[in-house]
């Protein structure tokens, strides 16, 4: 659900977790550089405003986290840097199901979140012919733009969903064929990108889902974890091959060749948030 002012929030039922910011006789503590600080302090009268409760969410982390778990229609509007929210559904256990999916928020701006799937969804190739491909054109880019974005999104939720420009990578790589710049609902991270929003391999690292998996996604026998592709060329160029990130969390500039059909699918989202 898209927060448009601030009676959107107001309008929730009082929680426990509402109850907990607004009781002056429990307040909650919050901290602040892993000190304790004056825990804020609000009416007894069991109102809280928007404007109170931004304040003590963006504070208090586990607070935050517990309200995105419990109203998740709202997590949007409250999650910060790092945070995992909900937004669109789509089939991951090997039931008939669709659960919410969860995502990574990577930048966060005054109207828009920048959204990375905690989880690889899917499993496709990066393009079904063996040739030296570009984001532009590639098979992946038209089917996330397309029957994934279809199939995850309702037509409000694809409402608040912009086209980004996403840019070419380039990496000094002079053999490859880079492409052009994109206009794309849905995309994946570069190379760049994917050392930029991780500070070390683990954190890089991802978890399939059993419906990605039962779609042909890798899985380490050692430690659980997939392959996933990134929209960067990659340094074989003879060989055709694209970025991707393994199952170490390691960016392998040199990547797979395109039309491998056992890396997981990371989608890349802006959702608008007022």
Known sequence: MNINNTEDLEKLKMSDIFEAIASEKSPIPVYKDGKEIEPHRFSALGEISYS??????????????????EYPEYGLAVAKVGDTVFFGSYKQKDGSERDSIEWIVLEKDRNNLKLLSKYGLDCKVYNAEYENITWEDSDLRKWLNSEFV????????KSMIPFTSVKVDKLDNIYANHGNNT????????ATEAKL?????????????????????YVNDENGFSWYWLRTPGWAPMAYCQTNVNHKGEVSLVGDSVEHTDNAVRPVIWVGIM
Do not use: P
Not at 150 to 157: G, N, R, S, V, Y
């Open 52 to 69: 109170d409760a931004v304040i003590v969410l963006n504070i208090n982390t586990e607070l935050r986290h517990r309200f995105i778990e």
């Open 197 to 217: 929003y991780f500070e070390n391999n683990e954190a890089r690292q991802c978890k399939a889902t059993d419906y990605a998996v039962k779609q042909g996604a």
């Open 150 to 157: 279809d199939k995850a999104f309702t037509k409000e939720e």
């Open 183 to 190: 206009s794309d609902k849905v995309f994946l991270m570069s």
